[in-house]
């Protein structure tokens, strides 16, 4: 009896009576049998006290049994037992959770064309199948991924708006109380900040010339330099070797050792900037109302777009189409690609003027804030205001992160807030104040920081729940070596996109280009004289022994031309179905919104 | 309070040594991988380039020849060995790994007209000019042997082609008519004509064994079973054919050669219509070869090119030529699919990629990885214009290039001219023929 099974432990031939370890499977195991036992007939306490039942309910409870027996069956089935003669207790593939699936859902599925485009149907049978396996597959993996989301709980009655920066810097470990500091930098005050694209390098430009870019999380500075001379916005490039500085006159990239690479003449009075990492463009927005686009990848302007709205010093990018949105003073908001000279789409979006755009990761919402001191979230699918929140003091600066989270400051106070798109919020989720008037907002990549340029320098808040827990190692590597990142940057600029693809819809590639088949079909028809894909005219078989008389042919004739006919009838009668139901549906809306009473029902005769 | 911030430990993410390999995590959520079909596209367009800068699909010439190469064969067996006979009489045994000839042998006086490996590989039969059928071991003779053939037949007229069956041993000759012989004897087991004419090809079809096809010079495709004693039926087409080949792996299938600059694919069910008109040469076909897969098939052309279709494309794929390369005479696909050789007029036997772009030799796992992926986005961005251009562009002989054009203008005119004579005619008097019905006149039975 040395094997260690279950009856060793159950029979125990000295001292007390010891338990086998439970195993939660085992309690659902007897779970299960409890059931199947009180169900079924076979208990035979149960029986004896129990009165008797009436025979309906006896068949009744043998078809249960029988129920039971099958499913037992099936169970064996499932649960194979091993050669070490325990079962598996999970047999089979794990489930996935739908709302996994649905993440990754690519695209609708196609409809299969009818039996007789064999090949084109074989062929769209494969690729579902192949999409559909990758889908399940990264939506099993996802379930893999090792790093959860941060949280902010406060106890009953706690708001955690009210917890400050000091205490959750003391709850947590030291690494992460690490992350919340002040850089106490009075002389060259407002301070413009950017994180770069792995959230690793952080770089601060002050108002008054000062600019920095630090390795933060260690603390280390890489450079420290002052350009003599006004800073309008800082920008890291696609990786933490350059970065751009929008000075006075002239836009200026330096290297991460704070060399000045070039000065570059054709941009001028530069406020805002973007970088575009795919495309690497970068999108300046200047005094002289100038959206103008260079390629640093080879130095040259793409486009230089005059909007002739003035001084553009609100900019914000679409992370998902790569389209600019810019704010205006006269409270609209305009998107941009480079390759149209007109603005794609004007919103008017404020009574103000517009003071703060962001757009968030899955680039379906917009946030504005303008001068008529309103939040307002649009959704940019529709281009249809979705919420509007009235802000005592009017925000600033907005910033959203990876996770979705706003931060917003108002005066020299940095507000943060949940679910802006989804529920109607009345309080924020964290606040904090600064000690002067904020500049710069920027959300840390893969990180549970929001970083705050204002007039005394810089502070770096821990706001939980903020950052991408798992980074994709292939696209943003915090910890990337040297190695690593050079065949990034290789790799990145392999796969760089032409400028000439940025439109609203990224996906437009992808899609079936019917208007040229059309176009190309009908040059075709013009340079053959016949058309080649026209239904070829039924020509009835010559049948023997006399089924092919003239009769006969005439009525094989007139089947395949009714079977035409019915097939039209077919969608007819759908579309007029069709059209049924969309009437239907509008009058009975009618009628709910008839039948509530409104005030001026009263004035009706 | 409660809290929780994002604390990664850098043990997890960053390798323990030097030697190791750098970790990856992963995480494929589509809101991090933002400009998915940009991007794909780009990589595709970049495959594609890369697929033109790397196409370089000569790899080597074999001379040695005194005459032109007049026919080819491959041997059943191994790989690396082709025969090779010549219009002076002469064969030539190259060894293909290393290429270079092993084996010279005067087997005819004039033309070898046709050759074969028997199925096992241990004997070659020739046919030539001087009426003669001559069987011949494979092995090298030793040192003192003469070199000497196995058998020899004398026939009334001259052979112009020949062919093996795949499991017997039997075998087929053309010439003024097909003959079907045993290995065994002297004078054929069955003869087959079909009025007066020449045959130029005759070839067993590799699947459906018993059954032939043989091109006539009456402009006619005849084709054969073995085991009866008439043909089954051929079907006439405007001009000659000049060589056929059956498709290995689709029985029914076969393709033919024609002087009319383009190749027909036939299903021998149903003749009345070529399944496909392959057009792109721009003189006679004089040889077609069909790749082991059954999906693409080579055709040599008096155009002093080489050109590959697939199966069921009007138009080829790919074109190979160059500046020393006369009329190519004869062409095969080796048995491995990788490669093609061709023989052509000026006594040389050249050695070219089936896939120009293919990276030979033994690939990583990641480059075979690399290849694949790129492979699978060519096909799936392949109708995007931009790509379609770069994958399309060929650069040809100037000759070429212009009697393509010169070629076009002309259908270009006679389709115009037909569209003007059916406008003006009764609806109905001048009926759109296609070009598949273009170019059949009838089918005998």
Redesign the interface.
Known sequence: MASPGEETVSVPHVGKKKKAPSRYWQEQQKEETKDGAVKGTTNPTAVDSGPKPPKQKKRKLKHEQNKNKKFLKHDQNKNKKLISGKSDPFPGKPRIPGDRLQKFKRKNKMKKPPRQHGKLRKLIVRSEEASDMAQKQAARFDLLLPEEAGFLEGDEGEDTCLISQEDIANAVDITSGAKHFNLKLSQFGPYRVDYNKTGRHLLIGGRRGHVACIDWQSKHLMCEINVMETVNDVKWLHSESMYAVAQKKWLYIYDSNGIELHCIRKFNDVLRMQFLPYHFLLATASATSFLQYLDVSVGKEVAAINTKTGRLDVMCQNPQNAIIHLGHPNGTVTLWSPNQKEALVKMLCHQGGVRSVAVDKTGTYMVTSGMDKKLKVYDLRAFKPLKSYFLPAGASCLSLSQKGLLSAATGDIVQVYRDVWSTPVTKPYMAHRVRGAVWGLHFCPFEDVLGVGHQDGFTSMLVPGAGEPNFDGLDANPFRSAKQRQEWEVKALLDKIQPELISLDPTELGHVDRATFQQKHEDRVKALGFDPLAKVKFIPRYKKKGRSSAGRVEKRKKQVAHEDQRDIIRKAMEDKRKTEEERNRKEQKKSLLSSQKSALDRFKK | ????????N?D???RETKLDI??????????????????E???AL?ATKLERVFAKPFLASLDGHRDGVNCLAKHTKSLSTLLSGSCDGEVKVWNLSKRECVRTLQAHEGFVRGMVVRFCGTSFFTVGDDKTIKQWKMETPGYGEEEEPLNTILGKTVFTGLDHHQKEGVFATCGQQVDIWDEQRSSPIRSFTWGVDSFSAVRFNPVETELLGSCASDRSIVLYDMRESAPLKKVIMTMRSNTLCWNPMEAYYFTCANEDYNLYTYDMRHLEKPLMVHMDHVSAVLDVDYSPTGQEFVSASFDKTVRIFPRDAGHSREVYHTKRMQHVICIKWSSDSKYILSGSDEMNIRLWKANAAEKLGVLAPREKEAANYSQKLKEKFQN?PQIRRIARHRHLPKSIYHQTKELRVMK?AR?RK??NV?KHSKPGAVP?VSEKEKHVVTVVK
Do not use: A
């Open positions: 309070m409660k809290v929780k911030v994002l604390s990664r850098p997890d993410y960053v750098q970790r990856v995590p992963r995480n494929y959520d589509p809101t991090l991988h933002p400009f998915e079909v940009p991007r596209y780009t990589r970049n995007h270009d389709r037909e569209m059916r759109v």
